[in-house]
């Protein structure tokens, strides 16, 4: 059985002054505790948003056309897809359909062209886009609102469906 008295003499010195400033121990564990609960509550929140996709590659005619045509590489029609679904014109789009323009405060337009490309840039930054296996990806976005975040994540899914559906529409036609 265990005896306080089997601790070594600095461990029992330690513990009785521990004792005596019972009440000080207390009154810093609560005031460290009070503080810690403060510095999370100050932590802004941020809301993230996210969208798992599975892209289809193989097309309805492809049993049709096997030996007839030259198969398109899906695999890097799909990389393809992804590293265009960011570029400039793409963001301004996803910036305008998501609403976050009007997030803007300018009093000129050569002061609101300004802050939009940089804005441009800033959520060309923010939107994440992984693809842990090939044809599936996920798309994930955060921000301090709700709803700005959920629609930045539908605005970049939109214009992925659309691209995706648009090129597939241009290779049936080609074949």
Known sequence: MFKFSDLPPPVLRSLNGLWRRRWLVIAVAWAAALIGWFAVWLIPDKYESRAQVFVQTETILEPVLNGFTARPDYSRRVEVMRLQLLTRPNVEEIILRSGLDKTIEAKTPLERRAKMQSMVDWVASQIKIESPRE?????????????????VVDAVLNMLIEQDLGASLTESEAA
Do not use: E, L, V
């Open 135 to 151: 044809m599936y990806f996920i798309i994930s976005y955060k921000h301090n609102d709700p709803k700005i975040s959920r629609a």
